[in-house]
């Protein structure tokens, strides 16, 4: 079975945030060798035709600014548990990220309509669908 390509998107902009944030430069060279891996793996999707290197860009840009505002949001929310939030600007923030993954969770979907390949999430009674 062929990895479907939103999850290699989606996997690649985590691991673009990652070497953007952390400090470790041996974690960056190791993060730098799987994301050319994701690279090669989303470059075979654009040379068979299946999407094109703009369509890639512009879904990368969209995840990239989803899981960056999920990242963010999550340190606000252990910054919450060190004592610097109250317990309301907490929940404001659980939420926050609840509809930031949601947006997430589209932009994959859309992908998977786009390519054919791959699974839509389907949410049942989840507020984040």
């Known amino acids: ?20 944030r952390i400090d470790d430069e041996g974690d960056k060279e ?45 340190t606000n929310i252990r910054k919450g548990q060190l004592g610097d939030m109250s317990l309301e600007e907490v929940g404001k923030t659980a939420i926050a990220i609840r509809e930031s993954n949601g947006a997430r969770v589209r932009i994959k979907s859309a992908i998977v309509r786009k390519v054919g390949i791959g699974y839509e999430d389907i949410k049942i009674n989840h507020a984040s669908g």
């Open 1 to 20: 079975m062929e990895y479907p390509l939103d999850e290699l998107l989606d996997k690649r902009s985590i691991i673009q945030l990652k070497i953007e």
């Open 30 to 74: 190791r993060l730098k060798k799987e994301y050319e891996d994701y690279v090669n793996a989303i470059n075979e999707f654009i040379s068979k035709g299946i999407c094109t290197a703009e369509q890639v860009d512009e879904w990368h840009k969209q995840l990239f600014g989803a899981n960056g505002k999920t990242w963010d949001l999550e």
